[in-house]
């Protein structure tokens, strides 16, 4: 007895949902460039104001002591917590993110959807509007005292051990697996937001909460948070920029290999039943084609979010 084969390519839902949101995407950044941008940098500011906010949580619980020690630990968790909610505004302010977009090329690159230029084109002009969304925040906040005291000194901190990577070959490598790990996370949960089987807003919110929980409170590595870091600090206290952009450019390859290859070029060969069509002699769907009997009003169509 043969099973469904929509049972053995259970992800087809997420294929096709990938493939509609990079036609949006490409269109837009092609035919809408400047409105484009506007939706990148928007996720450039949302990222620099919740990144911000994360370190500000972790200064105030450091403040605080209980029986000689800090609740340091406790506010690393709170503010990762409220860092996870950028995701989460990201998404549903239809913002353009890179490391996301990262999936999204990849899996219409292997479907023939895409070409190489066009793909480089969007991820190119998303993380463009990723950095001035970035510099746009980093200069607000040079001009602000949001960030004077001891939160000024968490960012601080946090940059020299982030540049403290370029320093070895092990550091390095230490690098691009916490990148690689940060956007497998992102994507992962982005994956589970495009794939269907998650009806309620609500949970889509915490899948993508607790995936940014993870990369902040394990300290791993995104490539357009640290940009917009960078940013806020160098603006305030300098920044080798040899070293900043080192790490960025080693982080970007890390979590193109994490969200497109892991998750993005993955996913696709593993959903991609157009060899088992053939070999029983049936006609190959399109790929952007949904299961059939699907009926699903959650995910819009016109979906470029993220």
């Known amino acids: 007895m043969n099973a469904d084969h929509t049972r053995l390519f259970p992800g087809k839902l997420f294929i096709s949902t990938a493939l509609e949101a990079l036609e949006t995407k490409t269109t837009m950044s092609a035919q809408l460039t400047r409105r484009y941008l506007q939706r990148a940098a928007m996720a450039g500011i949302l990222i620099g104001v919740f990144y911000a906010t ?3 949580v972790i200064a105030a619980f ?11 630990t406790l506010g690393r968790a709170a503010g990762a917590l409220a860092f996870g909610w950028a995701l989460v505004f990201i998404y549903y302010t239809k913002s353009e993110l890179l490391t996301s977009n990262m999936m999204i090329v990849t899996v219409g690159r292997y479907h023939r959807r895409t070409t190489v230029w066009n793909a480089l084109r969007l991820l190119g002009l998303c993380f463009a509007g990723n950095l001035i969304g970035g510099a746009v925040i980093a200069v607000l906040l040079r001009f602000s005292t949001l960030l004077d005291g001891a939160a000024a000194v968490e960012m601080q901190a946090s940059v020299d051990h982030k540049l403290e990577y370029m320093a070895t070959a092990a550091g390095w490598g230490d690098l691009m697996v916490r990148a690689i790990l940060c956007n497998f996370l992102i994507n ?3 994956l589970l937001v495009y794939n269907g089987l998650i009806k309620d807003d609500l949970t889509r919110s915490l899948a993508m909460i607790m995936s940014v929980f993870i990369f902040a409170f394990l300290g791993l590595e995104h490539s357009v948070a640290n940009t917009v870091l960078f940013a806020i600090v160098g603006l305030r206290e300098g920044i080798d920029v040899g070293l900043a952009a080192g790490n960025v450019g080693l982080a970007l390859v890390g979590n193109f290999i994490g969200g497109g290859l892991l998750i993005g070029l993955y996913y696709a060969y593993v959903n991609d039943d157009a ?3 053939r070999r029983r002699g049936l006609s190959e769907p399109p790929a952007d084609a949904p299961p059939p009997g699907h009926r699903d009003a959650s995910l819009p169509a016109d979906d470029a979010r993220g």
């Open 62 to 72: 450091d403040a605080v002591s209980v029986d000689g020690t800090t609740l340091r």
């Open 188 to 190: 992962l949960a982005m």
């Open 54 to 56: 994360n370190y500000a």
């Open 275 to 277: 060899s088992y069509l």
